[in-house]
């Protein structure tokens, strides 16, 4: 692994393309006399996502029931978790949602009921996955540890071998380890390398914050529970973790279809942090759309399906995508770059577990 301390995206390579990609993009929504951000789809949507997640919960406080059909809402509890992750706070903390900050910043305060923390959240994603997408050692989301490799350029173990087929049982505790380890790992790396998207914030407030949201965060979803049901406390457990995984599948599924795909690439800048392209041209090497077309698709994962158009106009939102990809894709093409996807969701799906398969083969070792 290349060994780096600043990664800088090439200054030298012709700035046209995006100039003129902006150019269009900016015309499209002047000619339509439409804001970037979300409008009323984007809320109404947002109400649908709430009500999944809400609602559930407020039943099961509230209604006798069988245990299975307690187990079937913290199921439906989960997809609305994923929903409102994908829908609402992630729109919200890129400042899309809405055209006023303090509707952005409420409505990206959602991450605290997803279990997640607004700084650490806004750091890998705001600032090392969507500056650094898909380079080792800098974008988070292509470090699983050492149990999954999602990259040619992480270490190789024998374990690997099998990753295609244990992976995807992995996936699910993405957010229940946001609940329990991963917001204090990352709270103590990021502000000790003084990492922060925006103002650098102070850290005993942040500390502060943190406790007490994961203080709240337990009171309500397992403190109460075992309070206000009639069951054993170890069965609130297991819907508890039932919840997590469904929403931690959904959202690692969706992520990973968008980057570890067989026709994304996994650039190293050179010994000296340089990159071979301008930070735009980069992200339509690294990214990838997939079933662009499917309206159940883009309306459940807030956009994502298109995450090219994503990663070049991050302050868009998701709602517009479906209407710019035209434009964004005629631009690449017109200047000779690649613009990646996959026309189904069920071919992305089976192309990331081939990728899967072909990181988790032993490396040649070069002469």
Known sequence: MVNYKQVTFSRTESAAFFKTLNKRVNQYFKENKIAKTGNWKLYSKAIVMFSLF?????????????????????????????????????????????????????????????????????????????????????????DAGRIIRFSKHAKWLKIHKIQKYYSFFLYGLLTINWAITTDFKQM???????????????????????????????????????????????????????????AGMILSVVFQLAHVVPNTDMPLPDKDGNMKHSWAVHQFYTTSNFAPTNKIVSYYTGGLNHQVEHHVFPHISHIHYGKIAKIVKETALEFDLPYNEYKTMRRAVIEHFNQLKTLGKEPILSV
Request: charge should be positive.
């Open 188 to 246: 103590s790396s990021y502000l000790k390398r003084k990492l922060s998207y925006g103002k650098f914030p102070n850290p005993a407030t942040e500390w502060t914050k943190l406790i007490i949201s994961k203080l709240i965060y337990y009171a309500i979803w397992v403190a109460l529970p075992i309070l206000v049901l009639d069951i054993a406390w170890w069965k609130v457990l297991i819907g508890f973790f039932v919840m997590h995984y469904t």
């Open 54 to 142: 809400f609602i559930p919960l407020v039943l099961i406080l509230t209604v006798p029931m069988p245990q299975w059909a307690l187990l079937l809402l913290t199921i439906v509890i989960g997809i609305g978790m994923a929903g409102v992750g994908m829908n609402v706070m992630h729109d919200s903390n890129h400042d899309s949602f809405s055209s006023k900050k303090w509707v952005n910043k409420l409505m990206g305060s959602s991450i605290y009921i997803l279990a997640g923390n607004v700084y650490n959240w806004k750091v890998q994603h705001n600032v090392l996955h969507h500056t650094f997408t898909n380079i080792q050692g800098q974008d988070e989301d292509i």
